[in-house]
């Protein structure tokens, strides 16, 4: 992960599709891409992420998405949005791990 907003975008992005691509069950998928879906309004930005920021650890790609999403706080994205994207990925974890 290299810093900057770009980064931090193309991170999130690549750890949320990854949690989406190996969610438990169609409902976890759903709510992770609903996060994504989420993430594009708020930013305008629906860039894909590099093929080169694929995570396939779930541990790995939780922690990628929380930093990268408040790394885009006051960037890109408000304080709101950013609680609002949290708390969504939050329930879909839920969902997800049960």
Not at 11 to 24: P, Q, T
Not at 41 to 49: A, E, Q, W
Request: proline share 4%; net charge negative; glycine share 6%.
């Amino acid at each position: 992960m290299h810093g900057g907003l770009a980064p931090a975008m193309a991170n999130a992005r690549a750890a949320l599709g990854s949690l989406a691509d190996h969610a438990s069950s169609v409902l976890a998928a759903s709510d992770y891409e609903r996060v994504l879906l989420t993430l594009d309004v708020y930013t305008r930005d629906p860039s894909p992420s590099s093929s080169e920021d694929v995570v396939d650890d779930p541990r790995t790609a939780i922690a990628t998405a929380q930093l990268s999403l408040r790394a885009l706080e006051g960037v890109q994205l408000t304080s709101l949005h950013v609680e609002v994207l949290l708390v969504m990925l939050d329930d879909a974890l839920a969902d997800d791990l049960g």
